[in-house]
């Protein structure tokens, strides 16, 4: 087994005859594929956007675009049909959304004497952060792929009305108070008028894509920053009333008439430092303190997410402390991983995104 160093980090790889060293490191192929199970069993149970889209895997050796084809409704017709004429025909028009796949990946280093001293599992220890990780960053691409939907709608500013304008982002007037009753009817008008299919089942929080059932509806994901100001939406139920207390994800805080709410950190708001609410200074003090929120309310296959299938959907790799050319004493190694990923809004107008403020920050 030859060693190929890489690079002043001490990151090189393990090339042997059967194959799997260059991709894992000194890692087995049994060991590596029973640390990506693990990978992905802790991700599944964390994610909480991707639950929701539509999940697609690349096989391997493909490439790494992506295309999914949208085969448009027929108009309603309500025209008769006259003896011997032959009426207008309708065409079929489909619509075609691609994506290209990413490479993410982090690594950590290691030493000698951490292998030697540490009482602790230190590779296990990592792998495992490693895996939270993963998790969180998938769940932060797809947070940002729904976030980028153009459907946008704007809380009203308080008891005065106040309206900020100029806002970098080039929109005319936003009004910056707290989620109301109004804000979430409209959102759900809105999905209602293009015809937007209901949730009734997710993808499990399990290392397999399976879905399971939940009680229909439409989903929201904000920021536990708004979690006092949906509690005081008229008509909020928590949970715990829920006729189904089971069907609850992780996450969830309650309901609004049909959308129900989850609140994550991952939903981070707009920094009240940034340039795209500076001019919110004036406005409401509660947008000055806290910065601008997305809640976002989306329907069925509203998004779709993309990664490698089978072995490829994570690789981890470890290298441990061995001599080399850039480490003559053997004194470096790694602990990383890699997987390919990405997210893309399917459905434009099936997905609104409310931008409020927090009343109680």
Sequence with gaps: MAFTSGT????????????????????????????QKKFLTISKKLVTMARFAQKETKALHEGKDIRWRRYERFQVNTSTLSEG????????????????????????????????LSTDPIVQQITER?????????????????????NVLYT???????????????????YTGALTPANVSRAVSTLENKDAVKISNVVKAASEYNTEPVAEGFFAVCHPDLR??????????????????????????GKVGMVRFIATTLAVPVDSTS??????????????????YSTLVFAR?????????????????????????????????????????????????????????????
Aim: hydrophobic share 40%; proline share 4%.
């Design 8 to 35: 002043a980090g001490g990151t090189g790889t393990l090339q042997s005859t059967s194959g799997f060293g260059a991709k894992y490191g000194e890692l087995s192929e049994a060991d590596a594929f029973t640390i």
């Design 301 to 361: 296959d509203a998004v779709g997410c993309v990664s490698l299938s089978g072995k490829g959907a994570v690789t981890p790799t470890v290298v441990s402390p061995k001599p080399s050319a850039e480490d003559p004493l053997g004194q470096r190694g790694s602990v990383g991983y890699q997987f390919w990923y990405v997210c893309k809004i399917l459905q434009e107008n099936w997905v609104v995104r409310i931008e409020s403020g927090a009343s109680t920050i």
């Design 130 to 150: 490693q895996a939270i990780q993963m998790a969180e960053t998938m769940d932060t691409l797809a947070f940002n792929a729904f976030k980028a939907g153009t």
């Design 156 to 174: 009203s500013g308080g008891s005065s009305g106040t309206v900020a304008t100029n806002i970098a982002d080039g929109v005319a007037a936003v």
């Design 275 to 292: 340039a795209k609410i500076s001019a919110l200074k004036a406005g409401p003090t509660n947008v000055a303190k806290s910065g601008l």
């Design 85 to 116: 004429v032959t009426p207008d025909s309708d065409t079929l028009q489909q619509t075609t959304i691609s994506a290209t796949l990413a490479q993410y990946g982090r690594w950590v280093p290691i030493t000698d004497v951490m292998m030697a």
């Design 228 to 253: 006092v100001d949906i509690e005081n939406i008229t008509g909020f139920s928590p949970v715990e009333k829920y006729a189904n207390y089971g069907a609850v994800m992780s996450g969830e805080i």
